[in-house]
Each structure stands twice: as C-alpha cells, then as structure tokens.
C-alpha cells in the first residue's frame, strides 16, 4: 500500500480534529444552507471540497511552490476572493426585504450560486492553501510509492471526511433555515445575519497571512 496503514490512521484522526473546529468553511456551508435549503448547503460543500480538490493536485503537480515563489499572484487570488464574498454579504443585506414571492433568489441562494460562491470561499482561504501545502505533504513518503498516488489517497480520505462534515452541517442548517424562512420577519433577520457572515468572511480571508 503506497500509505503506510499508521500514518493513514494519524492523518484520518488528524484531519477529523481539524474539520470539526468551525473555521470560514464551515461558516459559509452554514450560511448557504440557512438561506438557500439543505440542497444549497449540499452544494456549497461540494464546491468548497473542489477548490480543496484543485489545492491538493496542485501540490501533487509541485504548482505550491511556484505560488510560494511568487506569493503576490496568491495574495491577489485571495483579495479577489475575500472582496467577491464581502459583495454578497452586502447584497444579501440589502435585499433581506425583498418579496419572497416577488424574488425568491432574493429570499434565497440557488444551487448553482452556492456551488460556485463554495469554490471561490475555498480558493480564497489561506488556511485551506497552507493545510494543502504544509500538512499534507507531511504525510507523503518518496520512498514509499509514487508520490502522486498518495497525495490522491490522502487527499480523497480527506475530501469524503470533508464532504461528510461539512455536509452535515449544510443539511442540518437548510431543515432549520427552511423552518424559519416561512416567517417573514424571521426570514429578514435571517438573511441578514448570513449576509454578515459572509462580510465577515470577506474581510477575515482578506485579513489573513
């Protein structure tokens, strides 16, 4: 086996400890499913774990390094980002009194929004880069086995444990959200508080180093 049994064994309980502390995923998988259903939060964790998917070939292709070389190229990626999520913070805002029958995109999030709006939060997240480039290789042995073959199985272990978190919390948000957002006033408070998680988002990303 190119990973070595133990090691598999450290990195699952290592990721698990990881994924199960809040960090900006989590939040945005959160607000998704509040505003747009339990399919939105579903969604939104699938793009989350592409971006995560494109980080983790990107460091089986040696491509870390090169935005390692040239950090000015990441840290534009990560400003564009931050400032695209801080936009849809403020327009969820904005239109928290929007007629749910007049504009349900207004009321709500589609499936292909959250997708996307999930690739871009993952792409955009430094944490998510340095996990990628820093941890996992730390698991890789060259002598083991082809190197991009267990960059493949680390990283598929942690894209179902992702996926099964994240997910979780995605469905269980959309339940309570669809709940709620039968109740205008509760609705309105509703995309308010996710339209200021998501500018908390934007401007924490845009923050980090």
Same mark, same amino acid.
């Given at each position: 086996?190119?990973?070595?049994?133990?090691?598999?064994?450290?990195?699952?309980?290592? !990721?698990?400890?990881?994924?199960? !502390?809040?960090?900006?995923?989590?939040?945005?998988?959160?607000?998704?499913?509040?505003? +747009?259903?339990?399919?939105?939060? %579903?969604?939104?964790?699938?793009?989350?774990?592409?971006?995560?998917?494109?980080?983790?070939?990107?460091? $089986? $292709? =040696?491509?870390?390094?090169?935005? !390692?070389?040239?950090?000015?190229?990441?840290?534009? %990626?990560?400003?564009? +980002?931050?400032?695209?999520? #801080?936009?849809?913070?403020?327009?969820?805002?904005? &239109?928290?009194?929007?007629?749910?029958?007049?504009?349900?995109?207004?009321?709500?999030?589609?499936?292909?929004?959250?997708?996307? &709006?999930? #690739? #871009?939060?993952?792409?955009? &997240?430094?944490?998510?880069?340095?996990?990628?480039?820093?941890?996992?290789?730390?698991?890789?042995?060259?002598?083991?086995?082809?190197?991009?073959?267990?960059? $493949?199985?680390?990283?598929?272990?942690?894209?179902?444990?992702?996926?099964?978190?994240?997910?979780? #919390?995605?469905?269980?948000?959309?339940?309570?959200? +669809?709940?709620?957002?039968?109740?205008?006033?509760?609705?309105?408070?509703?995309?308010?508080? !996710?339209?200021?998680?998501?500018? =908390?988002?934007?401007?924490?990303?845009?923050?980090?180093?």
């Amino acid at each position: 086996m190119p990973v070595d049994p133990h090691v598999l064994a450290v990195f699952t309980v290592s !990721t698990i400890v990881a994924l199960v !502390t809040p960090g900006p995923d989590m939040l945005f998988v959160l607000g998704c499913g509040m505003r +747009g259903g339990a399919r939105a939060g %579903l969604l939104a964790t699938v793009g989350v774990i592409t971006g995560d998917a494109l980080y983790i070939a990107a460091a $089986a $292709a =040696g491509l870390a390094a090169l935005l !390692t070389a040239f950090p000015v190229v990441f840290t534009a %990626l990560r400003i564009a +980002g931050a400032a695209y999520l #801080v936009y849809l913070g403020v327009q969820m805002i904005r &239109n928290r009194k929007s007629s749910q029958a007049d504009d349900p995109v207004a009321s709500g999030m589609s499936g292909r929004r959250a997708f996307l &709006n999930g #690739v #871009v939060s993952s792409m955009a &997240n430094p944490q998510t880069f340095a996990f990628m480039v820093a941890f996992l290789p730390q698991f890789v042995d060259p002598t083991a086995g082809p190197v991009w073959l267990q960059f $493949a199985i680390l990283g598929g272990v942690l894209i179902v444990l992702e996926f099964l978190a994240d997910g979780t #919390v995605g469905v269980l948000a959309g339940r309570i959200g +669809g709940w709620l957002r039968g109740r205008e006033a509760v609705r309105r408070r509703m995309d308010a508080a !996710t339209g200021s998680v998501f500018v =908390g988002l934007g401007v924490t990303l845009a923050a980090e180093r």
